[in-house]
């Protein structure tokens, strides 16, 4: 016997009335890990977030703060505003050393790939005397520039630095010349040394991009008659595009905050001649001690050196 229509409709109201608002239903449990709770994510990013903010995030601001003062290191600070800022545009020296860096820069990025990519090509197989070779190579990058430096200052002497003498014995010069006292000689000789103690990084670095690329690709090339010049051109070349952009972007950054090697060898000197951004910055905060100006020209090179380097990226970057 079935229950009348009105019943049927009651009943189902009746349900719809107990039904839990969908705010209470039940939900699936979340899936949770007994041996990587969240707690442990956290705990183990909490020291480099610490570090990062003790190191750059605060310094940065300070810096900032400074850039804002007259902060003579030595002395009562007064604020000053963006005066620091505007100040930089007339300031004739600092433009000297900016286009100055700017040529040194240009100077020694490319002699430094292409060396750099030569000596890789030269060791990239497993050969005789190739791991002696490799070390060789990058052994004055693992001196360092402050030491080669300091064998330069040594050697670039007129009367008894070993570069006068090799020089006097091919006929060359008459083995006086003093390098360190001349601006173009100083930046000739200051670029080599760059050149030579740098190029072990690029080729370390293009290196392993080249051993990386399988060896089947050559061999397909060989077999349809490509050249030494067309197997580079054609596959390791593109192949090498990210690692080639990093070695660029490297080099280019490195030269624009050169300081080490001009430091040591001339202080810039003769006069500005040879002065870099950098070494002018460090001039002004450390000799001069206006540590306002200095610090907002920092954040200037900053800025510089980042929009530099993402236009690097951007020009260098994969294409489809």
């Not at 070695?247 to 080490?260: D, H």
Request: with cysteine; hydrophobic share 50%.
């Amino acid at each position: 016997m079935t229950a009348p229509p009105d019943s049927r409709v009651a009943e189902r109201r009746g349900a719809r009335r107990r039904r839990p608002p969908a705010s209470v239903q039940r939900r699936p449990p979340v899936a949770r890990s007994l041996t990587h709770p969240p707690r442990t994510g956290f705990l183990l990013v909490a020291p480099a977030v610490l570090f990062v903010a003790v190191f750059v995030l605060i310094p940065l601001a300070f810096a900032l703060v400074i850039s804002f003062t007259n902060w003579p290191l030595i002395g009562d600070v007064r604020f000053s505003g963006v005066d620091n800022y505007t100040a930089i545009v007339s300031d004739a020296a600092f433009v000297k050393s900016v286009l100055y860096t700017l040529l040194y820069t240009v100077i020694v990025t490319g002699p430094i790939l292409v060396l750099g990519y030569a000596l890789a090509v030269l060791v990239r197989r497993k050969r005789r005397g190739s791991t002696l070779l490799r070390t060789i190579f990058f052994l004055p990058f693992v001196v360092g520039l402050s030491t080669l430096s300091f064998v330069t200052v040594l050697e670039a002497q007129p009367a008894s630095g070993a570069i006068n003498i090799i020089l006097r014995e091919l006929g060359i010069t008459d083995g006086t010349t003093a390098w360190l006292v001349d601006g173009p000689l100083a930046t000739g000789l200051i670029c080599v040394l760059v050149i030579w103690g740098v190029s072990g990084l690029t080729m370390m670095l293009l290196m392993a991009g080249m051993q990386a690329i399988p060896r089947e690709f050559y061999e397909s090339s060989e077999l349809d008659g490509a050249t030494w010049w067309q197997q580079e051109r054609e596959i390791t070349i593109p192949v090498l595009r990210r690692t080639i952009a990093m070695a660029v972007i490297i080099s280019v950054v490195g030269s624009l905050l050169a300081f080490t090697q001009f430091y040591i060898l001339t202080r810039g000197g003769p006069g500005t001649d040879t002065t870099t951004v950098v070494q002018y910055i460090y001039n002004r905060a450390f000799v001069q001690l206006q540590l306002g100006a200095a610090t907002a020209l920092s954040i200037v090179l900053v800025v510089v050196v980042g929009l530099v380097t993402a236009a690097q990226f951007w020009l260098l970057r994969e294409r489809d």
